[in-house]
């Protein structure tokens, strides 16, 4: 195993795994404070703090289409260069709204258009790490060592949306809110850093080049056209809905009914530190499960991990951060049942000869939710969770709902697909 690392990863594999981990810390650091940051801090009411969050959340997930192909085309070195120089930009201005020395730029603005600009400028540069990271695991690993080459990826993405949240609880508690983004634009500025120094151009040369961007547009429709490809992403869409509230009302509610000094971080880092710890023994447990019933078990326990808050406070247990705990966890374990049979799922309902084409459009289903959940979970908390209504049970039922519709519309398309074949 040791000659296989030494000999099986070109040292630009190791520099930009270490620089995703570093993008990583950055970007869950900032996300996990995000809804509290603008509502708390900015005094935006929780739409505005949802629909702010839809729009930095949906773009860094939908631009990556076409970043791939950018990046292909100009190569990953002046991809990263780009991508952290507008990230460290963009986190630093995001901050900057919120700190009194900055303040006499912002008065008398419109603030949510400004903020708007700056979720966008610093989405478009987020949104080029995933792709070329990828393209770099491919092109400097071999055949052998390739599996083992995305596990490291795998792996180091998680541990970022770990250690973030922590960073980010330490800043935050140490010197306020606004500073957690002058960290995350401190560790983009150091990534740009190590892009211009260490980071070489990979040499080989992949036996197909991703495609041009006309090509991804054209792709792009093909996948639009296809409806039962798109229903499938639509009811998937619904599942990851249920996942981003865990970063829109939570922190609302921590705030609200827990205190505002809470760990708000470490609770919402609980999901990657699952993930780390139990991602092997779940995968081995359920591997003589078959994909619909692997992907039924995550949609089901994502709906039972918001009844479990719902339930505790109709029945007059206070929901308490133990509670709170338990639902990220039930939900992340159904989430490691279904993740790894999805890219298998996809390739059965994609077109003969068109695999590679629509799992390219994976992602979609998060770029959706992130769209339409923030803006969603900002109103129902808005209407119902705040403390001068005090009907956080009604938000939590909610969301429960859409986790049984989502369970239920996935279950029937499951039937169709197997009467239909």
Known sequence: MLTQIKSGFQPSFWVANGMELFERLAYYGQATILSVFLRDHLKFDEVEAGQLSSIFGGLIYFLPIFAGALADKFGFKKAFSFAFFVLAIGYFLIGSTGIAGFEGYYSDTNLFLILSFILIFTAIGGSFIKPSVLGTVALTTTKETKSLGYAIYYWLVNMGAAIGPLLAYLVRDSFGIEFVYLVSAISCTLMFLVTLI????????????????????????????????????????????????????????????????????????????????????????????????????????????????????????????????????????????????????????????????????????????????????????????????????????????????????????????????
């Open 198 to 421: 260490f980071f070489k151009e990979p040499q080989a040369k992949l036996d197909e080049q991703r495609d041009s961007l006309l090509q991804v547009i054209k792709n792009l429709w093909t996948v639009v056209k296809n409806i039962k490809f798109m229903i499938f992403l639509l009811i998937f869409a619904l599942y990851w809905i249920v996942f981003w509230e865990f970063f829109i009302v939570i922190p609302f509610y921590i705030s609200d009914y827990i205190g505002p000094e809470a760990p708000i971080e470490l609770i919402l880092s609980v999901g990657a530190w699952t993930i780390i710890l139990l991602q092997i023994p779940i995968n081995r447990f359920t591997k003589n499960i078959s994909t619909p019933t692997a992907i039924m078990i995550g949609f089901v326990f994502a709906a039972l991990s918001w009844f479990l808050l719902y339930f505790s406070a109709v029945a007059g247990i206070t929901v308490g951060l133990g509670l709170i705990i338990a639902t990220i966890f039930i939900f992340s374990v159904g989430e490691q049942t279904q993740a790894p049979r999805f890219y298998e799922y996809l390739a059965d309902l994609a077109p003969k000869g068109q695999a590679a084409l629509f799992q390219g459009f994976a992602f979609l289903p998060i770029a959706i939710a992130w769209t339409l959940g923030g803006t969603f979970g900002g109103w129902i908390y808005h209407f119902y969770g705040r403390k001068e209504v005090g009907q956080p049970e009604m938000v939590f039922l909610i969301i429960g709902l859409v986790g049984i519709v989502a369970a239920i519309m996935m279950f029937l398309y499951n039937a169709y697909m197997k009467r239909a074949k």
